[in-house]
């Protein structure tokens, strides 16, 4: 059996060869680097690595040789450990190991690598003291390195290069951060990203330091694991023990964080392995838990040795000498305590918790900390989650000690509930931001697939950084994999927000695709992570439906899926010229997410064309049950390739993750064919005929078949369809009712069905409204007539028309293409690039601006607009679905047409439950104000900032109102950037 699918071929015999044109192993053809080539960090704008030698330069190799590294004994074992990792490191990159020593004393050479912590290292603190290692930018400070080449750094010695840290971690980030610039990517394991092979490696001379980092402690959260990791890890490792966590742990550190929540449902990091703990904090890796497993201890620890119920007011003994056992069992290890408490399983408390009972446990586990550390309790860092409804009990008055951070949360869609005010005096523990890949709950899971993009992930943070919510970030990464694109942007972000400003995304984008893959395929490797991010956060694939995309208003649901497929054959063009040892990496980070997304999405206007045309009585329906069922197979058998081929297994379970055919929130048990319908046809043939922008048929509809109407500045051509309803095809031909109106097939004969597009030629067409018929003869000489509305608005031209032209009642308008902006003193509307479910969004920037009156202190965005009609207008403005993150009543914006009085619009005046579910589901919060215009003609929308953080996407103005579609109208015709027939 063989399934087609965008000019591929996929085999779906159990063998482990598979051969896909489009997806062919090309062994023998494998694109070498030059060797003058030089990695590219995502992370860093240049590199201090070069394959050449130059002035004052160190060869960590060269000439088969690689220098020796030096690490002292009486350094952190963390420490030792990552030098031992780039003593591999080295050997991938040149196949030349270098020698190690950990010792009191540096062996002697005439070049070495110096590696060490200030204040634990000798030989470090000596070039310190001896004025040959200035450190005076990394000393004192949190996490922070320097990689630097010293002339004689001591007797012996002719030139080092010294890895210094301020601190452990500081260290290692050096060590990695030189593995890094010789070309092994953080996700060397992870996604099997090759090393890059140099034979030569000369460290620059200079200072090299990413300086300190921004957000202090940057993490991941390991979530929602079964059944996709949970089952990896249990095959591979055996479990979530040491075997496993080790690898994140180095990950983690590779990836400059410095923090980790482990997998919890069913898992407890300490008790499943007693070296997991003790492993963490050799590494470096400082451990937390998440929002509700309070004092370190894990939730299904509870399950395992908790006594009674989990309900503080009648069981509050047993639960304290739970919590204290936690503590104990924590020593001096590094960790962040969560303290509060929530219900059993991630639940509310009950009804009858209040905060006095709240501040009670707080009060009870902070004595309970410094009962058992011997020291105040505010010297323990510790964390407060302020999760789903314990931010009401904040929001209401509850407060704990000023030294615990309080880790403010997103509504688990990626959208912040909650900020410190800009530019407030902060408590000592500071603030957090705890944020979502990865979900279970409603209005649906999502889990199987990444739908992060980087500028909402952006857009979401710098608020965050701007107001000062910078002690911790932790991501909620659910399996770590299929999130590699987007976690390594997040903690790349929290080191340095500022090095990556909004108009920097595709370059960051580029230079991570260039770590992990050859870097002349950056830019295009680059472009497919953008746009399937993008594409896939319009709707999360779990809440996916037949119904989701408009199946006839703007041909919305093919257009869809042809960009899908459009993405989809760049990345297979790709996959051939990719050199064979990429292939698996390519594989897991670009063409099955590119790939799976794309055919999901087909497979569900497969399921909607089937639906309709069953209703229809359609030739064509058995057919689409049957394309629908190649699809779901195709589905299934990504899934098994990544599984069982992609790197000889290595990554089995790790799309078991089931995500189609949800009913509720919660998943599947596994993977359904959405319901189809077959019918039986009778034996001769019957004419049906649908046009575009409607479900009807003729001739069984009542009323006149009516297309779109055509005009100068709109879409150009619109479709009939005829279609069969019968077994026998049937020949038909079209007589238009003008010269002027122009069919592409006049006749021809009908097995299934045919697509007509009907259009006009703008210079025959009189000036005016009208409708001419179109007369569809079929057979037994059966008559179907389609009419043609069309407008030709009289000395309208291009010449004489500004901005966005109305046409079938609408103005569309991407909220990015205004005509002008206006400042108001340093607050200004700007472009996020890339932000949103169609093109680029518009917000107000600086972040942290004061709330504005409209008028002239706020800033205002300004559309031309030509409307073909008067009267009332409808203006809908389509917004990110930001929650309202401060105190106030709402975010805000004013609108208004030409001169008229400016209108305030709240966009979360129906901050319902209900709302919030179509909010995040639909990805957009549409908002609509009422104006009046007195008469067509040329206008002007304004658009002004009220409060900071609304981002504006999409502006529809309707006269006579668009037509229903998830995405809205595409954009409307303006003479400065299309063609047209007015031309």
């Given at each position: 059996?063989?399934?087609?699918?965008s000019n591929?071929?996929v085999?779906v015999?159990?063998?482990?060869?598979?051969?896909?044109?489009?997806?062919?192993?090309?062994?023998?053809?494998?694109?070498l680097?030059?060797l003058?080539?030089?990695?590219?960090r995502?992370?860093?704008?240049?590199?201090?690595?070069?394959?050449?030698?130059?002035k004052?330069?160190?060869a960590?190799?060269?000439?088969g040789k690689?220098?020796?590294l030096?690490?002292?004994?009486?350094d952190?074992?963390?420490?030792i450990r990552?030098?031992?990792?780039?003593?591999a490191?080295v050997?991938?990159?040149t196949?030349?190991?270098?020698t190690?020593?950990?010792?009191?004393?540096?062996p002697?050479?005439?070049?070495?690598v110096?590696?060490?912590?200030?204040?634990?290292?000798?030989?470090?603190?000596?070039?310190?003291?001896?004025?040959?290692?200035d450190?005076s930018g990394?000393a004192?400070?949190?996490?922070?390195?320097?990689?630097?080449v010293?002339?004689?750094?001591?007797?012996?010695?002719?030139q080092?290069?010294?890895?210094?840290?301020?601190?452990?971690?500081?260290t290692?980030?050096?060590?990695?951060?030189?593995?890094?610039?010789?070309?092994v990517?953080?996700?060397?394991?992870?996604?099997?990203?090759?090393v890059?092979?140099q034979?030569?490696?000369?460290v620059?001379?200079?200072?090299?330091?990413?300086?300190e980092?921004k957000?202090?402690?940057?993490?991941?959260?390991i979530?929602?694991?079964?059944?996709?990791?949970?089952?990896?890890?249990?095959e591979?490792?055996?479990?979530?023990?040491?075997k496993?966590?080790?690898?994140?742990?180095?990950?983690?550190?590779?990836?400059?964080?410095?923090?980790?929540?482990?997998?919890?449902?069913?898992r407890?990091?300490?008790?499943?392995?007693?070296?997991?703990?003790?492993?963490a904090?050799?590494?470096?890796v400082?451990?937390?838990t998440?929002?509700?497993?309070?004092?370190?201890?894990?939730?299904?620890?509870?399950r395992?040795?908790?006594?009674?119920?989990w309900n503080?007011q009648?069981?509050?003994?047993n639960?304290?000498k739970?919590w204290?056992?936690?503590?104990i069992r924590?020593?001096?290890?590094e960790s962040?305590?969560?303290?509060?408490?929530?219900?059993?399983g991630d639940?509310?408390?009950?009804?009858d918790?209040?905060?006095?009972?709240?501040?009670?446990?707080?009060?009870?586990q902070?004595k309970?900390?410094?009962?058992?550390t011997g020291?105040?309790?505010?010297?323990?860092?510790?964390?407060?989650?302020?999760?789903?409804?314990?931010?009401?009990?904040?929001?209401?008055?509850?407060?704990?000690?000023?030294?615990?951070?309080l880790?403010?949360?997103?509504?688990?869609w990626?959208?912040?509930r909650?900020l410190?005010?800009?530019g407030?005096k902060?408590?000592?523990?500071g603030?957090?931001?705890?944020?979502?890949?990865?979900?279970?709950g409603?209005?649906?899971n999502?889990?199987?697939?990444?739908?992060?993009p980087l500028?909402?992930?952006w857009e979401q943070?710098?608020?965050?950084?701007?107001h000062?919510?910078t002690r911790i970030?932790?991501?909620?990464?659910g399996?770590?994999?299929?999130?590699?694109?987007?976690?390594?942007?997040?903690l790349?972000?929290?080191?340095?927000?500022e090095?990556?400003p909004?108009?920097?995304l595709?370059e960051y984008?580029?230079?991570w695709?260039?770590?992990?893959?050859?870097?002349q395929?950056?830019?295009?490797?680059?472009?497919?992570?953008?746009?399937?991010?993008?594409?896939?956060?319009?709707r999360?694939?779990e809440?996916?439906?037949?119904e989701?995309y408009?199946?006839t208003?703007?041909?919305?649901?093919?257009?869809?899926?042809a960009?899908?497929?459009?993405?989809?054959?760049?990345?297979e063009q790709?996959y051939?010229?990719m050199?064979?040892?990429?292939?698996?990496?390519y594989?897991?980070?670009v063409?099955?997410?590119?790939?799976?997304?794309a055919n999901?999405?087909a497979?569900?206007l497969?399921?909607?064309?089937n639906?309709?045309?069953?209703k229809?009585?359609r030739?064509?329906t058995?057919?689409?049950?049957?394309?629908?069922?190649?699809l779901?197979d195709l589905?299934q058998?990504?899934s098994r390739?990544?599984?069982?081929?992609?790197a000889?297994?290595?990554?089995s379970?790790?799309?078991?993750q089931?995500?189609?055919?949800?009913?509720?929130?919660?998943?599947?048990e596994?993977?359904?064919l959405p319901?189809?319908s077959?019918?039986?046809?009778p034996?001769?043939?019957?004419?049906?005929?649908?046009i575009e922008?409607?479900e009807?048929?003729w001739?069984?509809?009542?009323g006149?078949?009516v297309?779109?109407?055509?005009t100068p500045f709109?879409?150009?051509?619109?479709?009939?369809?005829?279609?069969?309803?019968?077994?026998?095809p049937?020949?038909?031909?079209?007589?238009?009712?003008a010269?002027?109106?122009?069919?592409?097939?006049?006749?021809?004969?009908v097995?299934?069905q045919?697509r007509?597009?009907?259009?006009?030629n703008?210079?025959?067409v009189p000036?005016g409204?009208?409708?001419?018929?179109i007369?569809?003869?079929?057979?037994?000489?059966k008559?179907?007539v389609?009419?043609?509305?069309?407008?030709?608005p009289a000395?309208?031209?291009?010449d004489?028309?500004k901005?966005?032209?109305e046409?079938?009642?609408y103005?569309s308008i991407n909220?990015?293409n205004?005509?002008r902006?206006?400042a108001?003193?340093?607050?200004q509307?700007?472009?996020?690039p890339?932000l949103?479910?169609?093109?680029s969004?518009?917000?107000?920037?600086?972040?942290?601006?004061?709330s504005k009156?409209p008028?002239p202190d706020?800033?205002?965005?300004?559309y031309?607009?030509?409307l073909?009609?008067?009267?009332?207008?409808?203006?809908?403005?389509?917004?990110s679905?930001?929650?309202?993150?401060?105190?106030?009543?709402?975010?805000?914006y004013?609108?208004?047409?030409?001169?008229?009085?400016?209108?305030?619009?709240?966009?979360h005046?129906?901050?319902t439950t209900q709302s919030?579910d179509?909010w995040v589901?639909?990805?957009?919060i549409v908002t609509?104000?009422k104006?009046?215009?007195?008469?067509?003609?040329q206008?002007?929308l304004k658009v002004?900032?009220?409060?900071?953080?609304?981002?504006?996407?999409?502006?529809?103005v309707e006269?006579?109102?668009?037509?229903?579609?998830y995405?809205?109208?595409?954009?409307?015709?303006r003479?400065?950037?299309a063609t047209s027939?007015?031309?």
């Open positions: 059996m063989k399934l087609t699918f591929s071929t085999s015999n159990r063998s482990k060869v598979f051969y896909w044109p489009g997806l062919v192993y090309t062994l023998a053809v494998v694109l680097l030059a003058v080539s030089l990695p590219v995502a992370a860093n704008d240049s590199t201090y690595i070069s394959s050449a030698k130059a004052g330069s160190f960590l190799t060269a000439s690689s220098a020796p030096y690490v002292s004994s009486e952190f074992t963390g420490v990552a030098a031992k990792d780039l003593q490191d050997n991938r990159v196949k030349v190991q270098p190690l020593t950990v010792d009191k004393k540096a002697k050479a005439k070049q070495i110096l590696i060490g912590t200030l204040g634990k290292s000798p030989v470090i603190d000596k070039l310190v003291k001896s004025k040959k290692l450190v990394i004192g400070k949190w996490e922070t390195y320097l990689v630097q010293v002339e004689k750094p001591m007797r012996g010695v002719d080092a290069l010294v890895i210094a840290g301020s601190d452990k971690r500081g290692i980030f050096g060590i990695y951060d030189v593995s890094s610039e010789i070309g990517s953080p996700w060397y394991y992870w996604a099997d990203v090759p890059k092979q034979q030569n490696l000369y620059l001379p200079g200072r090299h330091t990413d300086g980092p957000v202090k402690y940057r993490g991941i959260f979530n929602d694991e079964a059944p996709a990791l949970g089952g990896w890890a249990t591979k490792f055996g479990g979530f023990n040491s496993f966590y080790v690898n994140v742990f180095e990950l983690v550190l590779r990836l400059k964080g410095n923090y980790l929540w482990p997998a919890m449902w069913g407890a990091f300490y008790d499943d392995d007693p070296k997991n703990p003790e492993l904090d050799e590494y470096g400082v451990i937390g998440s929002h509700h497993e309070p004092l370190t201890r894990a939730h299904d620890e509870w395992r040795f908790g006594t009674g119920k503080y009648t069981n509050k003994e639960l304290q739970f204290k056992d936690g503590i924590m020593g001096n290890k962040l305590v969560t303290i509060g408490m929530r219900g059993d639940e509310p408390m009950s009804e918790s209040n905060i006095a009972l709240l501040e009670q446990i707080v009060d009870d902070r309970i900390i410094s009962d058992v020291k105040p309790a505010s010297e323990t860092p510790q964390v407060w989650a302020l999760y789903k409804e314990v931010q009401d009990y904040y929001d209401k008055g509850m407060r704990v000690p000023d030294d615990v951070t880790l403010l949360a997103d509504d688990n990626g959208n912040l909650k410190p005010k800009a407030a902060q408590h000592s523990g603030y957090g931001i705890y944020y979502h890949y990865d979900y279970v409603g209005p649906r999502y889990k199987w697939i990444n739908t992060n500028p909402r992930i943070m710098h608020l965050a950084y701007e000062d919510a970030w932790i991501v909620n990464v399996d770590i994999k299929p999130m590699e694109f987007p976690t390594s942007f997040f790349d972000y929290a080191w340095n927000p090095k990556w909004a108009e920097r595709v984008t580029k230079q695709a260039a770590q992990q893959f050859p870097e395929y950056a830019a295009e490797v680059a472009e497919l992570l953008a746009k399937y991010g993008k594409y896939n956060s319009r999360k694939p809440l996916l439906s037949p989701t408009s199946l208003n703007y041909r919305e649901a093919e257009s869809v899926v960009d899908y497929l459009q993405l989809t054959e760049k990345a790709l051939q010229q050199p064979a040892e990429y292939k698996d990496a594989f897991q980070l063409l099955h997410p590119v790939k799976a997304s999901l999405n497979l569900y497969a399921v909607a064309k639906r309709l045309y069953a229809q009585g030739a064509a058995n057919a689409y049950a049957a394309k629908a069922k190649e779901f589905d058998e990504l390739i990544y599984n069982e081929d992609i000889d297994g290595k990554w379970h790790m799309m078991d089931t995500h189609i055919s949800y009913t509720y929130w919660q998943q599947p596994k993977d359904v319901e189809v077959e019918i039986k046809l034996a001769g043939s019957e004419m049906g005929i649908a922008g409607s009807n048929w001739p069984n509809a009542k006149e078949a297309l779109p109407e055509l709109g879409q150009q051509s619109y479709y009939i369809e005829l279609f069969n309803r019968g077994q026998k049937f020949a038909y031909t079209v007589q238009p009712g010269a002027w109106i122009q069919v592409d097939q006049k006749q021809g004969t097995n299934d045919q007509l597009f009907v259009s006009v703008w210079k025959q000036k409204k009208q409708r001419v018929p007369t569809i003869t079929g057979p037994n000489g008559k179907t389609v009419q043609v509305a069309i407008n030709n000395n309208l031209t291009a004489n028309v901005g966005f032209v046409s079938n009642g103005v909220a990015e205004f005509s902006t206006t108001a003193g340093d607050a509307w700007k472009v996020i890339d949103g479910r169609t093109a969004a518009v917000a107000p920037f600086p972040v942290t601006a004061q009156k008028g706020s800033p205002k965005a300004e031309d607009i030509y073909l009609n008067g009267g009332e207008v409808n203006v809908k403005l389509l917004v679905p930001t929650l309202n993150y401060n105190e106030s009543d709402g975010l805000r004013a609108v208004a047409i030409d001169d008229a009085a400016p209108q305030i619009v709240n966009i005046k129906d901050n919030w179509a589901a639909n990805s957009i609509q104000s104006h009046k215009v007195e008469k067509p003609g206008h002007v002004w900032m009220v409060d900071p953080g609304v981002v504006l996407q999409k502006i529809v006269t006579e109102g668009a037509k229903p579609s995405l809205g109208p595409p954009e409307s015709f003479p400065e950037a027939a007015v031309r």
